[in-house]
């Protein structure tokens, strides 16, 4: 597999275990539990840069180029392009909404449930159609020339995160994360 979609498919995987801690933090919310919501803005702020800055912009290079040499699945690209402009639309509202409740900001808690559970339905749908729709079509599409080319034009950065953790930046994440992987 070329090393492009290695980084990819580890990132699915990664986003995945994060939008699980998510809802459950969110079903802790609505039973009426104060979840950490710093942990909660933090681990909204990861996905933002990340994705922002890496992830997004490396899955559009692999989209564009196989628009560029023609797939009868246009539509699932084009669908998966739009949502990489919603998404941190949907992030940034529910940021607010969080940032607002640090600020004992009133709120209504059905609201903000809402925005959360809005985009960890719109994350998982997206990874969805990414995983079973357009990857396998860009494995079939691209050849080794494209794979290389794309290699050298995709953003890198080592994930804040997973890589080499920043502990200072992602404090709860981290602990919360490292936390979940040493129970059995």
């Known amino acids: 597999m070329p090393p492009v979609m290695t980084r990819l498919d580890q990132d699915h995987v990664r986003l995945t275990r994060l939008l699980d801690l998510f ?9 009426g539990d104060e979840p950490d919501y710093d942990l909660m803005c933090e681990m909204l702020g990861y996905m933002d840069d ?14 564009q180029r196989v628009l560029e040499k023609g ?13 990489h402009q919603v998404i941190p639309q949907l992030s940034k509202r529910f940021q607010q909404s969080l940032d607002g409740i640090l600020r004992e900001e009133v709120l209504l808690r059905e609201e903000v449930e809402v925005q ?7 994350l998982r749908g997206h990874l969805r159609l990414e995983n079973e729709e357009a990857f396998p079509v860009a494995r079939a599409v691209l ?9 050298d034009a995709a953003p890198t950065m080592d ?7 920043d502990p200072q930046r992602y404090r709860s994440l ?9 129970t059995p």
């Open 23 to 31: 809802e459950n933090l969110l079903d802790r919310f609505h039973d």
């Open 50 to 63: 990340y994705s922002d800055q890496v992830h997004h912009p490396t899955e559009d290079l692999i989209f």
């Open 71 to 83: 797939t009868e699945r246009r539509d699932v690209f084009d669908v998966l392009m739009r949502q």
């Open 116 to 122: 959360g559970r809005e985009l960890i339905a719109t």
């Open 143 to 151: 050849d080794d020339g494209d794979w290389a080319a794309l290699e």
């Open 159 to 165: 994930d804040p995160l997973f890589s080499i953790p």
């Open 174 to 182: 981290y602990a919360r994360l490292f936390e979940q992987s040493q």
